[in-house]
């Protein structure tokens, strides 16, 4: 099983913590040259120390806020220009405050769109054009489990997660060949992002963030959350030549909590 990404080049999104740069890591670990993106430049700056020292040959931060999207096409060419084409794309950021639907407000919606669905579609424009050379491009987008069955006071996201899913199963039938995207979906896993969005809903309910936890422990399987570095390795199989014919799936990595077939 062909698993290297030796003399490929990656660009991760939302790298500075959680799913990111677990998978940032994990590509480094393959071979792969990685460019780290993300709004902290303190944090890129010291994670690229990391990725050389876990086998990276390269490594690059590019400190940059993926909702400054006017900036993002001009940004990204110029970093392509000076450090050469991107084979790899991981989208992947950071979700959408948790509430009701019926609360949430135009903006919001307008707001996560713009990071989880047009973001990614201007990266997809930039970096397409260097693996059709490449005959190699994989994209992975980093969504949720909520793309099949919608997660109760995540209203926003839901409602943007469902169309990142329909976005990336579309663009699986207009890439050239070698040129895969896929989805993967994480279940609760240990991030920042999931302990904010326990004390968020734990206030809302009046409630507390352990009990939260074990209310949704309750329906995963395997009875634990899951580890960023757990997610990251699908990501970078999905990445590697072994995962040449995997194209256009939503994948969960979820314990089993689904119950969708």
Same mark, same amino acid.
């Given at each position: 099983?062909?698993?290297?990404? @030796? ?10 913590? $959680? ?24 944090? =890129? ?5 990391? =990725? ?25 060419? @110029? ?6 084409? +991107?084979?790899? &794309? ?11 639907? &019926? ?6 919606? #307008? ?5 989880? /669905? ?18 190699? $491009? *994989?994209?992975?987008? /980093? ?10 006071? #995540? ?10 899913? !329909? ?15 896929? +989805?993967? &979906? ?6 920042? *992002? #999931? ?24 329906? /995963?399987?395997?009875?634990? =959350? ?12 999905? +990445? !590697? ?15 089993? *909590? &689904?119950? !969708?077939?």
């Amino acid at each position: 099983m062909d698993l290297s990404l @030796a003399g490929k080049h990656a660009l991760v999104c939302g790298a500075s913590g $959680g799913i990111g740069k677990s998978t940032a890591l994990a590509l480094a670990a393959a071979g792969a040259e990685v460019t780290v993106l993300a709004r902290s430049a303190s944090k =890129l700056e010291a994670l690229t120390a990391e =990725l050389t020292a876990a086998g990276a040959p390269k490594a690059h931060a590019l400190a940059l806020d993926l909702d400054e999207r006017d900036a993002l096409p001009g940004r990204v060419g @110029a970093h392509l220009e000076a450090h050469g084409p +991107c084979q790899i &794309l991981i989208n992947n950021a950071g979700g959408p405050p948790g509430g009701p639907l &019926l609360q949430a407000t135009p903006d919001q919606f #307008l707001s996560a769109f713009g990071r989880h /669905v047009l973001a990614p579609h201007l990266l997809v424009q930039a970096l397409l054009p260097g693996m059709q050379a490449a005959g190699y $491009g *994989r994209i992975v987008n /980093v969504v949720s489990t909520s793309v099949r069955e919608p997660i109760p006071g #995540l209203g926003v996201s839901n409602t943007t997660r469902g169309a990142v899913a !329909s976005w990336s199963k579309t663009l699986s039938r207009e890439l050239p060949p070698g040129v895969t995207i896929n +989805c993967v &979906l994480p279940g609760f896993t240990d991030t920042e *992002r #999931l302990t904010s969005l326990a004390a968020g809903k734990a206030e809302r309910g009046g409630t507390t963030p352990d009990a939260i936890f074990a209310a949704w422990l309750a329906g /995963v399987p395997e009875g634990r =959350l899951a580890k960023p570095e757990e997610t990251a390795g699908v990501i970078a199989f999905l +990445c !590697s030549p072994a995962g040449a014919f995997v194209r256009g799936v939503c994948l969960a990595v979820d314990g089993g *909590r &689904l119950n !969708s077939i």
